[in-house]
């Protein structure tokens, strides 16, 4: 952390750390910072090589299609693996409720959040020409079979092999290109001001099929809130298709398996449960 100073100064000039704001799981560390003129940003410095390259990348190429609906990227240092972000306005996104109605009460503004963070996402996936893909189904396939044996000890034989078949039933999919997506589209990454929504951390950034980025949704809030599924794709511009819901119901089958993977690696008990939870959720409930 050293030399993170000199790395802030030297891009901002004379700056005060004002508050560190990283995730418990300690992958990357993010402090909050302010310059002589009192405008603030944000240094993040990556543990992991490879989520560093993934989030330069996407800042650089693709993040600039969003305009004010994302930071923008000041400076980075290779070598220490460190980016200086814009900060963004807002206040992180309420999480919605579980239910779409209550006795009397409705639930419009989940629903405005949701629609807002479609049109968001569709700028994203339009960044740039969207690829040909036609190994699809054989790379996702393959992703399944190197996490299965992590897997292993976290699922009972049964489930993993029911988990292993979903993916599977790929094969013969009308192959989907390939655009630039988030991988990590949840509330817990949007910000919200005046009612506009700002997308942050994207280390996770990367080219897949559209509806891939849907998979964490899919696995989580839409399954008690189809309103708020309704309304992110009439944000979004785009129907799922037939095709559509089959890829998204095995890429949402491959998330389950990785962040439950990962929740055990960072020592996440209860994350690891909410993860298998959803995963057989998932699979029991089918395209």
């Not at 603030?40 to 969003?66: N, S, T």
Request: charged share 25%.
């Amino acid at each position: 952390m050293d030399r993170l100073p000199e790395f802030a100064e030297r891009v901002l000039g004379a700056c005060e750390l004002q508050a560190d704001c990283s995730w418990g799981h300690r992958m990357s560390s993010v402090l909050r910072i302010r310059d002589a003129s009192g405008a603030i940003w944000f240094l993040k410095r990556h543990g992991d090589h490879a989520r560093y390259l993934a989030e330069l990348a996407a800042y650089r190429e693709w993040v600039p299609a969003l305009q004010d609906a994302a930071p923008h990227l000041r400076a980075f240092d290779n070598s220490l693996q460190a980016v200086i972000l814009s900060a963004a306005p807002g206040e992180a996104a309420p999480w919605p409720a579980t239910e779409a109605f209550c006795p009397g009460t409705d639930r419009p503004a989940d629903r405005d959040l949701h629609r807002a963070a479609g049109k968001v996402l569709r700028r994203l996936h339009d960044a740039q020409p969207a690829l040909p893909w036609p190994d699809f189904a054989v790379a996702k396939i393959q992703q399944f079979y190197r996490l299965k044996p992590a897997a292993a000890g976290l699922l009972r034989r049964s489930e993993l092999d029911r988990a292993g078949e979903e993916v599977a039933a790929l094969d013969g999919t009308p192959a989907p290109a390939r655009v630039p997506c988030h991988h990590d589209y949840t509330p817990r990454n949007w910000l919200v001001h005046n009612r506009a929504l700002c997308v942050i951390d994207f280390e996770w950034s990367g080219l897949d099929a559209r509806v891939a980025d849907l998979a964490r949704l899919h696995l989580g809030i839409w399954d008690a809130r189809p309103d708020l599924r309704e309304a992110f794709l009439a944000g979004y511009g785009q129907d799922l298709s037939g095709a559509d819901r089959q890829i998204l119901h095995a890429c949402a089958v491959l998330t389950g398996v990785w962040l439950l993977i990962k929740a055990h690696d960072t020592r996440q008990p209860s994350f690891e449960d909410a993860s298998r939870t959803a995963l057989l959720r998932v699979i029991e409930r089918g395209p």
